[in-house]
């Protein structure tokens, strides 16, 4: 079969498919010891037991199956959860916003897809407008994105080394520029992989920096407010037509109902809902359908507060324990802030081999870790061999198990 331009790149061989593959037949080998790469958002035993509650309660309803399983809604999302969704946000955010400033895509990732295509790439005089990313490491699952080629830049970030082992990355705002090319700054906050937080004062001068150029900044909250919140900042910003927000269902403990949703201005949300009715015609339901309640009663919330932030933050506190009571002082080594996702981000600083490397020397031992070079878009910066991704919410025998051994093969390789 001869594919077009867009099927050729759409099917290459993407950082993203190899790694989803590779990973995908590591978790499902029974022979693992730890499993500390992809496999997020957790199966958190309390959210699973309110979802089966839920989902009894709701199915005994007939019109809620009818309505939630046999219906197609129309491209922008399902009437009842964009209201409720409206409302929670503007009683949580004091915004001022309405149903038609929202649109529910299938994923955020689909979302991420038709609006990165829709406002860069080539445009009618033959020029291709980029989408900025202010720092990488950045989400891999933006860069395969673009129908057309180089439709990302990403700039190197300043680091910070904070003690014996810990830094993080800030925009490095002396060297932010932007080209006349520029179509939209991006960032994701928290920030996968690296559970960064870009501070207020960040985010103020990335806005005005787009706006300056009336391009849209767009903030991707997948880990962030208003849920599943596993970030530190828990101050909303500010509202602004300019601002592209991103939410998902999937970090709640929902990623298998494939909802995202995007707030932005009227205008922007209505474009997304056509090319959304051409791709997708309209969206699953159920997960919508499954929210609306928990929205309108305000229950996300005590969901939230009471079982999602303390689950993630014990994992976090006890990977942290580990690593510094396994990794000592014997090589060099820091892990970013972690001021929220589901991730911790080590730097090797000085590794002799490669993450990929490392990765592939891990696995023979049972133990599996995202390499960061996925995550880099910029392979001539050393630094980007130097990182992995670790998953911190795995039981704790696991990250014990996983830690020791993680340190076994970094010392190997010196
Ligand atoms: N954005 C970030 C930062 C993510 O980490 C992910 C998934 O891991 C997504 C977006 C896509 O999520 P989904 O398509 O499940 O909404």
């Known amino acids: 079969m001869k594919l077009s331009k867009f099927g050729q790149k759409i099917t290459s061989h993407s950082g993203i498919l190899d790694l989803m593959d590779d990973l995908g037949k590591a978790m499902a080998s029974n022979d693992n010891v730890a499993m500390l790469g992809g496999g997020n958002p957790a199966h958190i035993p309390e959210v699973i037991n309110l979802l089966q509650d839920e989902l009894q309660n709701l199915s005994k309803d007939k019109s809620w199956v009818s309505d939630g399983l046999a219906t197609y809604n129309t491209p922008r999302g399902n009437d009842r959860f964009l209201n409720a969704l409206a409302e929670y946000i503007n009683s949580k955010f004091k915004w001022n916003i309405s149903p038609e400033n929202l649109v529910v895509t299938p994923g ?10 829709m406002i860069a790439g080539v445009d009618e005089n033959g020029v291709n407008r980029q989408i900025h990313l202010p720092i990488e490491p950045e989400y891999i699952g933006y860069f395969d994105q673009g129908i057309t080629k180089d439709m990302f830049k990403t700039h190197q970030p300043k680091i910070h080394k904070i003690g014996e082992h810990e830094f993080k990355y800030q925009v490095d705002l002396d060297n932010f520029k932007l080209d006349d090319h520029a179509a939209a700054i991006c960032i994701s906050r928290p920030t996968n992989p690296t559970g960064n937080v870009i501070s207020k004062d960040e985010i103020d001068r990335l806005r005005e920096i787009a706006d300056n150029q009336n391009i849209p900044f767009i903030l991707d909250n997948a880990y962030g407010l208003p849920f599943p919140a596993v970030i530190d900042d828990q101050e909303p910003i500010e509202w602004s037509e300019s601002l592209i ?19 932005a201005n009227k205008e922007t949300a209505s474009l997304l809902s ?28 005590q969901i ?31 892990l970013h802030s972690h001021q929220g996702s589901f991730f911790f981000w080590l730097w090797l600083e000085n590794l002799p081999i490669s993450t990929k490397q490392l990765y592939q020397n891990l696995k023979k031992k049972g133990v599996v870790v995202v390499p960061g070079e ?24 696991e990250i014990d198990a996983g830690i020791k051994i993680l340190k076994q093969a970094i010392v190997e390789s010196i």
């Open 304 to 334: 939230v507060r009471d079982i999602i932030q303390p689950y993630y933050a014990q994992k976090a506190s006890y990977a942290k324990q580990v690593i510094e009571a396994t990794f000592g002082d014997d090589f060099p080594w820091r």
């Open 274 to 301: 056509s090319a959304n009715a051409i791709v997708s015609l309209a969206n699953p339901n159920i997960g919508q359908m499954l929210m609306t309640p928990l929205l309108e009663s305000g229950q996300i919330d």
């Open 108 to 117: 955020s990732q689909a979302g991420f897809f038709m609006l990165f295509n």
């Open 245 to 263: 927000y991103s939410m998902s269902l999937s970090k709640v403990g929902l990623p298998a109902v494939r909802n995202g949703v995007i707030i």
């Open 374 to 397: 996925y995550f880099f878009l910029d392979d001539s910066w050393e630094h980007s061999r130097q990182c992995l991704r670790l998953n911190i919410a795995r039981p704790e025998s």
